[in-house]
């Protein structure tokens, strides 16, 4: 009974932007207003094209000393204010931003030159969340993304290892991390990885090698946010 009269509120209430609570035009992305998308913090220009840190050269020095094993990497937003919230409420229940956040992906992936169309997979999570959750974040962003490129998309790693990122210390995640991914078979060549968020690069990284090592020859990433190392 709660939940049909918290519909019915809902229905009937105007509809109110997620981030700034001002109320919502019919034409919204996702239930986000045009001002409050405007203003997310977006990705600083020119970046290195390895890790997307704000460089001037590209690879930048850091990518020139230790490459990343994979061989390109874009995010569209700087993963803060606004961008943090949008990339929370996408993981928290709001899965219908997941459409407008892969146009915003589609824009950055089409500004580079694909020689021949890629195979977009994800970040997978583990089972027991992704049922918990009812969806997993990073596998909408890439079939929106698929649908919108009409690139083929496949499930191509999965989620061995257990054990939580939060309040450890960036050498321990990244060990723990390294062996959490297993292809789920043999990978096509040119890969496109999507995730929501890159914080250390661990979990990208650690796909990617899985990618490799069932064959994929190029694996690019593709995230919506990623947090400045500045
Ligand atoms: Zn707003
Ligand atoms: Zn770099």
């Known amino acids: 009974m709660g939940y049909v009269v918290a519909s019915l509120l809902q229905a009937l209430l105007p509809a109110r932007c997620l981030l700034c609570r001002d109320s919502l035009p019919v034409a919204s992305r996702g239930g986000v207003c045009s001002p409050c998308w405007q203003a997310l913090p977006r990705l600083p220009e020119p970046a290195c094209e390895r890790c997307g840190e704000p460089s001037e050269v590209s ?10 094993p994979w061989r390109r990497f874009a995010a569209v ?29 589609w824009q950055k992936a089409r500004s580079f030159s694909w020689p021949e169309k890629p195979t977009v997979t994800f970040v997978p999570m583990r089972p027991w969340r992704r049922l918990r959750r009812g969806y997993n974040q990073a596998e909408l962003l890439a079939s929106e993304l698929a649908r919108l490129a009409s690139w083929p998309k496949q499930k191509l790693l999965r989620r061995v290892a257990a054990g939580t990122q939060k309040g450890q210390s960036r050498k321990s995640r990244h060990q ?13 060549e040119r890969v496109v990885l999507v995730d929501d968020v890159v914080t250390t690069g661990a979990t990208a990284a650690a796909c990617t090698r899985a ?12 995230a919506l946010a990623k947090t400045l190392k500045r």
Request: proline share 11%; glycine share 6%; net charge positive.
């Open 59 to 68: 690879p930048c020095l850091s990518c020139q000393t230790s490459p990343p």
């Open 77 to 105: 937003f700087a993963y803060e204010k606004g961008a943090r919230e949008l990339v929370l409420l996408l993981k928290n229940g709001r899965d219908e931003l997941a459409s407008p956040c892969a146009v915003e992906l």
């Open 176 to 188: 723990q991390v390294a062996h959490a991914f297993k292809p789920t078979g043999p990978a096509p």
């Open 211 to 222: 990618l490799r090592r069932a064959g994929a020859k190029e694996v690019w990433v593709l």
